[in-house]
Structure formats: C-alpha cells, structure tokens
C-alpha cells in the first residue's frame, strides 16, 4: 500500500453526543503521527461537492464538550449510486487525499465499504450513533448521553406524572433497536418498557395496567418510537380507550436525546477511538470500524457491521420486568 500522508475525516447520519471528541482525537493523533488531516463538511455529500478544509490541532481546540459535530452532516442520495462516489472519489484525489476516518452508523459504512471496494482507498468507521445498535462494539459514541438525556427529562416528567396521579407513556428514540429505552427505562425505574425486538408486550402491559395501575396513581411507560403498534401516540390512544378511568398522557423525547454536551464516558471513548482509528492506518487497515468488546479496542470488518444484527440483551429486558 502507498505510504499514507493525506487523510480524510467525515461525519456522517444522524448526529451523536461525542463526535467532537472523536474529531479531535484523529486530528491531533493524524498530525502526532505525521499526517495532513482534512475535515469533509457535511459528510458524503461534501466529498461530492469538494467541501474539504486543512484541520490543524488548533481549530479542534476546545471542541471536545461540544455536542453536535463541527463538520456538520447530511444524508446524500447521490452518493448512492456510481457516478455520485466516483465525483466522491475525484475530489479526493483532487485533494491528494489517500484515506478516510467515517464517523457514523451503519448507512454511513455501507458507504464506505463499497467506495473501499470501487476504489481501493482505505476506509476507517468510528462508530458514532445514538441508537448503540451497531453489531461488534458495545458502545457506540453517543448512546450514553442519550442515557442520560431520557433520565434526566423522565425523572422530570416523573414529578408530574405524581403530583396528578397520571400515566405517562414517554417515547423515545429507537426505529429499529430499543438499546436507548431498555437502558434508561431501568436507569429511570418505569414500569413499563415496550421495544421492537420484543412482541406481544401489549398484553404485559394491559396485566399490569389491570392489576397494578388502578391502586399505584402513576406509572411512566417508555416506548422505542419503532414498538410494534407505532410508537407512545397510537399505544396510549388504545390503552385510553380500553382504561377511561386511567389519567394518560405521552411526551415524545425526540432529538433533545441527539444534543447536549456529551458525557464523560462518551468523551473517553471517542478519544480512545479516534486515535485507534490512526493507528489502524498505520497498521494497514482498511475497510474495518473501530469497536469497543470488555473495553478493550477491536477492529470489525465494515461488511460484518452493516450484515449483521447487534441484539437486545434480553436478561436486562427480564430484570426491568422483575424490577417493576
């Protein structure tokens, strides 16, 4: 492989607590070890557009408590096809740019490993995303913040929900994984917790409301906006119309989960990513993301990220039931 002097960092998908943090660490672990690194606004849809600026560890001063990502993002159906990562591809070479560091999720390293195949040009996922639902790491950056972000509002939305002898369903993010509600659900103490991976839980949930709700005055049910009935609008309609006597009402969390300054762990951990990801260059990697196993660093080849299924731990689903 040509010896690496130029490379590329990019943000890509849905925004995480924590990218930042994983900007800075590969831009001042790229220039520790030699390199020229240039940041690609925007994501793919920058990389087509040459959008490409010099990064020098001075413009990542003072960005790793900074929620959001300083390059930006954007979904790029150009990018999709051929001709939109071929003028990609141009406008790195136009840059003298020889490798590219992808924080995102698993549509961003679907990207990224058909560009590696196409074009033969090292690829380097940092796994950045809210959901944690990236299959050969435990954590992806992000998800702890989000953690915390529901705690913080549920336990909010909880004073509430006693003070009026309420219930509450609270929906949060998850379309196709409930990582962020099973967690925080146990973390915040609700007595019910509805996720995708997880069917006929309607019936769990119209037992205790049967059985329980009517003598304990409020309840917070968490639900993963991908449960099977649509989400915590559609799933409070059904339980309104089947316990009037019940108080309800729902609170959907939506993106203030994606903001905020991000956590320590995340901090440390997109830190000790980004600079893994350098030296995987270093070492010749290329088309594989940067994982976390027992705290440890791994290396996942993208293809086993963007194939395979990371699933629920359904021990922690079994102890929020026995905890309720």
Same mark, same amino acid.
């Given at each position: 492989m040509?010896? $690496?002097?130029?490379?590329?960092? #990019?943000?890509?998908?849905g925004?995480?607590? %924590?990218?930042n943090a =994983?900007?800075? +660490? !590969?831009v001042?672990?790229g $220039?520790?070890?030699?390199?020229?690194?240039?940041?690609i606004?925007?994501?793919?849809m920058?990389?087509?557009?040459?959008?490409?600026?010099p990064?020098?560890?001075?413009?990542?001063?003072?960005?790793?408590?900074?929620? %959001?990502?300083? #390059?930006q993002?954007a979904r790029c159906?150009?990018?999709?096809?051929?001709?939109?990562r071929k003028k990609a591809?141009?406008? #790195?070479? @136009?840059?003298?740019?020889?490798?590219v560091?992808?924080?995102?999720?698993?549509?961003?390293?679907?990207?990224?490993? &058909?560009?590696t195949k196409e074009?033969?040009i090292?690829?380097?996922? &940092?796994?950045g995303t809210?959901d944690?639902?990236?299959? %050969?790491t435990?954590?992806t950056?992000?998800y702890?913040? /989000?953690?915390?972000t529901?705690?913080e =509002?549920?336990?909010k939305?909880?004073?509430?929900?006693?003070?009026?002898?309420?219930?509450?369903f609270?929906? !949060?993010?998850g379309k196709?994984a409930?990582f962020?509600?099973l967690?925080?659900g146990?973390a915040?103490?609700?007595e019910?917790? #509805?996720?995708?991976e997880?069917?006929?839980?309607?019936e769990?949930?119209r037992?205790?409301?049967?059985?329980?709700a @009517?003598?304990k005055?409020?309840?917070i049910?968490l639900?993963?906006e991908g449960?099977e009935?649509?989400? +915590?609008i559609?799933i409070?309609?059904?339980?309104?119309?089947e316990?009037p006597?019940l108080d309800? @009402?729902?609170?959907?969390l %939506?993106? $203030?989960?994606?903001?905020?300054?991000?956590s320590a762990?995340d901090r440390?951990t997109?830190?000790?990513?980004?600079a893994a /990801?350098?030296?995987?260059?270093?070492?010749?990697?290329k088309?594989?993301?940067?994982?976390?196993?027992?705290n440890?660093?791994?290396?996942?080849p993208?293809?086993?990220?963007?194939?395979?299924?990371?699933d629920l731990?359904?021990?922690?689903?079994?102890?929020?039931?026995?905890?309720i």
């Open positions: 040509e010896e $690496i002097k130029k490379i590329g960092i #990019l943000t890509s998908g925004d995480a607590p %924590g990218m =994983a900007i800075r +660490a !590969v001042r672990a $220039i520790h070890e030699g390199f020229d690194v240039f940041g606004r925007r994501g793919y920058g990389m087509i557009e040459g959008d490409i600026i990064l020098t560890s001075q413009l990542v001063s003072g960005i790793i408590q900074k929620g %959001g990502t300083i #390059l993002t159906k150009e990018f999709m096809s051929y001709e939109g591809y141009d406008e #790195l070479v @136009r840059f003298g740019i020889q490798a560091i992808v924080i995102g999720g698993d549509g961003s390293f679907t990207g990224a490993s &058909i560009m074009f033969d090292p690829f380097i996922g &940092i796994p809210i944690n639902d990236l299959f %050969g435990d954590y950056i992000g702890d913040t /989000a953690l915390n529901v705690v =509002a549920v336990d939305i909880r004073d509430t929900a006693s003070s009026h002898g309420r219930i509450f609270v929906e !949060v993010m196709e409930g962020v509600a967690r925080s146990i915040c103490g609700a019910g917790i #509805l996720v995708p997880e069917k006929g839980q309607m769990k949930l037992k205790y409301l049967a059985e329980r @009517r003598s005055k409020s309840s049910i639900v993963a449960d009935e649509g989400g +915590a559609p409070a309609r059904i339980i309104r119309n316990f006597e309800i @009402r729902t609170t959907i %939506g993106h $203030i989960q994606r903001g905020g300054s991000p762990f440390v997109a830190s000790r990513m980004g /990801a350098i030296d995987a260059l270093l070492d010749d990697q088309s594989i993301m940067i994982g976390m196993v027992n440890e660093i791994v290396h996942v993208l293809s086993k990220t963007v194939k395979l299924h990371k731990d359904f021990d922690l689903l079994k102890l929020a039931e026995i905890l």
